[in-house]
């Protein structure tokens, strides 16, 4: 696709005074009438928002169930449009988002990549977004820009017509809804013995470029007697923000390069891939770091309940023949992302009373 023009820049009074401050003092922005409005850090969701998504997400797949159940989900928000930014590839989070959408009755349209925008005109960023509120109800993206999320909600909340913004994943930053699928899979993984509050959790792979292992970090400060364990190969640690945000916290965690020696002792293994396309050249990165990969012969190592994750895509590092043990998890986990997002969005529109009501 040809294009046209380089990207118009645009400079917002106030954004660079507003992104410099903490994101507790950011938080407040992204909040309307004493619920949340845009969906842009981990750090908005509290454990009573958690525990009340959850079984929110529960209640919509118990109604989903059974024919009359789903037509009453489907009636809840006809009159409501989304559109779905999405100008980095995704499987899971664009499906999820847009069966979601379906769910509830919403339409969605859709944009995948800024060569069939007008972006290839040279149109902002900025004034794509506010192109979406002129159109629809909500807007979910997905974006290489770290940030971007956040800057399009403030931009958007300057103007007369906002709509809310739900971060879908920006850059190696955040990506607050796989956080959300993560808890809402933990949580029912270990329904049966007391939830994720004093679990060990081990987060295995590129921790450094992985928005997933970010977001959800962030999250463990809502639970109690939780433990982290972060094992990867030097080049790809955690970062120090997190790391501090943990400690900061008294959340305990370690780090280590000896994956096999954390094995016995960790209630779940958060798997993550090795993010190549963040990298200067991405099909340089052959490495895949086997020692960071989990193999049919670790099965006997880890415990019994051990609940095996992966936000997926994924390429190496579970082998394919650990998907029919029972503590592979990913597959549910994927599927709990449908669900949490339907919730997430009932929770955005103010329909989640009606849904509850429906089961009490
Ligand atoms: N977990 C996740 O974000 O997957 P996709 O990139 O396929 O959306």
New binding site residues.
């Given amino acids: 696709m040809e294009k046209f023009a380089e990207q118009t820049l645009q400079e917002f009074e106030g954004w660079e005074e507003f992104f410099n401050k903490p994101v507790d003092e950011k938080v407040q922005n992204f909040v309307r009438h004493n619920r949340i409005y845009d969906i842009i850090y981990a750090q908005q969701f509290d454990r009573s928002f958690l525990d009340y998504l959850c079984s929110l997400a529960d209640s919509i797949r118990l109604l989903a169930k059974t024919k009359v159940g789903q037509s009453k989900l489907r009636h809840l928000l006809p009159h409501k449009r989304a559109m779905l930014y999405f100008v980095q590839?995704?499987?899971?989070?664009?499906l999820s988002f847009q069966n979601a959408c379906h769910i509830l009755g919403l339409t969605t349209s859709e944009i995948r990549g800024t060569s069939t925008s007008s972006e290839v005109k040279g149109e902002s960023p900025e004034d794509t977004i506010r192109t979406f509120a002129s159109y629809v109800d909500l807007i979910i993206s997905?974006h290489p820009e770290a940030g971007f999320a956040e800057k399009t909600a403030w931009v958007l909340n300057q103007t007369e017509h906002p709509v809310p913004v739900l971060n879908?994943?920006s850059g190696p930053d955040q990506?607050p809804t796989?956080a959300l699928l993560d808890i809402y899979t933990l949580e029912r993984e270990f329904r049966t013995i007391g939830g994720l509050d004093g679990k060990k959790i081990a987060m295995v792979g590129d921790l450094k470029r992985g928005r997933?292992v970010r977001s959800l970090s962030y999250l463990m400060k809502n639970y109690q007697d939780v433990e982290v364990v972060y094992v990867a190969p030097e080049v790809f640690k955690m970062k120090d923000d997190i790391k501090e945000f943990l400690s900061k916290h008294d959340i305990p965690f370690k780090e280590t390069e000896d994956f096999e020696s954390i094995m016995p002792e960790v209630d779940a293994i958060y798997m993550t891939r090795i993010q190549n396309e963040y990298g200067s050249d991405p099909t340089s990165e052959a490495e895949t770091y086997p020692q960071f990969h989990l193999k049919t012969s670790h099965l006997s190592m880890i415990q019994t309940h051990c609940a095996i994750l992966h936000?997926?895509?994924r390429r190496y590092e579970i082998d394919i023949r650990i998907d029919k043990d029972p503590r592979a998890a990913y597959w549910r986990q994927?599927r709990c992302?449908m669900w949490i997002r339907a919730a997430l969005i009932s929770y955005i529109f103010g329909v989640d009373g009606e849904i509850m009501n429906e089961l009490s």
């Fill in positions: 590839p995704s499987t899971r989070t664009f997905r879908g994943g990506h796989q997933t936000p997926l895509p994927e992302g």
